[in-house]
């Protein structure tokens, strides 16, 4: 079975751009969170999806936004680019919305902003 | 903000070694997970603890839990070089929803 992918794995964009960043869950999953990680601020939860609807979501700007298809796939995004989000992006998934599921990571977006 | 610290940040042993790593939080929790980072890559789920449960074992790996000190320690037994990596707990209480502590870098010497 196939793990979570995350494309791109690498990104560098200048401040003022916007970026979309896409994970794949594991066939079957339904669940999707996304975090970010940094030197700084450590691993914080962005935003979690279930069958297409924000369930949670983290204490992030709205230039931060997330959306997920029908076939669980989903997307963030990230306007107005700020030097402060450079980071490690990681997307997570699971079989279902319950808390004692476990979480299967992809390997992660790096996004550089210059 | 992070729900646990985890203490040390840093942990260097020989090969053979036992590696303990402490994690504390702050609220009630569903359950506790910990992870394994390689360098800068996704996360390795290792095992997961509910609140009701004291002790859990996998492997080389022993976790406890004791919610009335809102703390939680991984244990290594024997270690490996190629348990060299980041580990960190994070805590449920909601959904999927998890709070990752600051972790501990882990180097096993051979």
């Known amino acids: 079975k196939a793990g979570v992918t995350q494309t791109p794995r690498y990104l560098i964009k200048t401040r003022g751009q916007q970026v979309t960043l896409s994970c794949s869950p594991i066939?079957?999953?339904?669940?999707v969170s996304w975090y970010q990680q940094t030197p700084g601020q450590g691993l914080q939860f962005l935003f979690e999806?279930?069958?297409?609807?924000?369930?949670n979501k983290g204490n992030f700007p709205g230039r931060f936004s997330g959306r997920q298809f029908s076939n669980s796939r989903s997307e963030m995004n990230v306007s107005t680019l700020e030097l402060g989000d450079s980071a490690l992006y990681l997307c997570?998934?699971?079989?279902?919305?319950?808390?004692?599921?476990?979480?299967?990571f992809g390997p992660g977006t790096r996004l550089t902003v210059l | 903000s992070q729900q646990g610290e985890e203490d040390p940040q840093a942990l260097s042993i020989q090969e053979g070694e036992n590696a303990t790593m402490n994690c504390s939080y702050k609220?009630?929790?569903?359950?506790l997970q910990w992870y394994r980072q390689n360098s800068g890559r996704g996360l390795v789920h290792l095992i997961l603890?509910?609140?009701?449960?004291r002790e859990k074992h996998s492997g080389r790996l022993r976790v406890t839990l004791d919610t009335s000190k809102k703390s939680s320690s991984l244990l290594i037994t024997a270690s490996r070089a190629a348990d060299t990596a980041s580990y960190f707990c994070?805590?449920?209480?909601?959904?999927?929803?998890?709070?990752f502590g600051g972790g501990t870098r882990l180097m096993v010497k051979p």
């Open positions: 994070a805590t449920n209480n909601a959904g999927n929803m998890l709070t």
């Open positions: 999806y279930f069958s297409e609807t924000q369930r």
């Open positions: 603890i509910r609140s009701n449960e």
């Open positions: 066939s079957g999953h339904r669940s």
């Open positions: 609220t009630s929790i569903n359950n």
């Open positions: 997570a998934s699971s079989l279902a919305g319950a808390s004692l599921i476990e979480q299967f």
